[in-house]
């Protein structure tokens, strides 16, 4: 079956350290996109890249980094430098053109990040 | 800049009625989809409904029906017949093909009581 899959489900961090969330997807979709959930605020964008070996900055970029070296992966790296991590993190993927269903969003089922 | 607002945090209904949520949005755009995605216990986010924006007749899936009103920018998701089931976060979200972004309301979590 197509999909995104998201792994950890769940992934501690400590302090000074980074953490790399995985996101595989086999829809043959061009746009991949990272997003982070807090209580109240809905979905953020941290990340998107529309073609492999390109990447932008969301609106809440700082701390994060990604890379897109295969069509399929587009892995997410939380830094030390990110102060507040904590929170769910969903990455997605759509079709890059409108109107051919490149509107569409398809999501993961999610990694849950806790600071010890 | 486009904004998707939400005014409704939380709304209960009966089971078996019908409930409204509210979405308003802000584009300067002309071609443009606007969703309500759904969001379990599980986590799951989950597609209800889109609506392109160059239609003028509203959108609907089974018990979902959306009130697309273009020039008050309103998009209003209407649940028909509420089923325990439908207990779940609901994002009003907003797409324009420039630039391939998608953008999030803050959600509205709605409860189904038996």
């Known amino acids: 079956d197509g999909g995104i899959t998201q792994s950890p489900k769940y992934l501690f961090r400590k302090e000074g350290q980074n953490v790399t969330l995985s996101c595989e997807q086999n829809?043959?979709?061009?746009?991949m996109y990272w997003y982070r959930q807090d209580p109240g605020q809905g979905l953020r964008l941290i990340y998107y890249?529309?073609?492999?070996?390109?990447?932008q900055k969301g609106d809440i970029a700082e701390g994060y980094s990604v890379s897109r070296e295969k069509k399929e992966s587009f892995p997410l790296t939380v830094t030390s430098a990110q102060k507040n991590p904590t929170a769910f993190y969903l990455c997605?993927?759509?079709?890059?053109?409108?109107?051919?269903?490149?509107?569409?969003?398809?999501f993961g089922s999610g990694t849950q990040l806790s600071v010890l | 800049a486009q904004t998707v607002t939400q005014s409704q945090p939380e709304m209960s209904v009966q089971e078996a009625e019908t409930v409204t949520l509210s979405c308003t949005y802000d584009?300067?755009?002309?071609?443009?989809?606007l969703f309500w995605y759904k969001q379990p216990p599980s986590r799951q986010m989950i597609l209800v409904i889109r609506?392109?924006?160059?239609?003028?007749q509203n959108a609907t899936e089974n018990r979902f029906s959306v009130n697309f009103q273009k020039a008050a920018k309103s998009f209003s998701l209407k649940i028909s017949d509420s089923q325990l089931g439908d207990t779940a976060m609901y994002f009003c979200?907003?797409?324009?093909?420039?630039?391939?972004?998608?953008?999030f309301g803050t959600g509205t979590s709605l409860t189904v009581i038996p």
């Open positions: 890249s529309q073609i492999v070996n390109d990447f």
């Open positions: 584009t300067s755009e002309s071609n443009y989809y």
């Open positions: 829809l043959n979709h061009d746009a």
């Open positions: 997605a993927s759509s079709l890059v053109s409108a109107g051919q269903g490149g509107e569409k969003l398809f």
């Open positions: 609506q392109e924006a160059y239609k003028q």
């Open positions: 979200a907003f797409m324009t093909p420039r630039g391939n972004q998608f953008y």
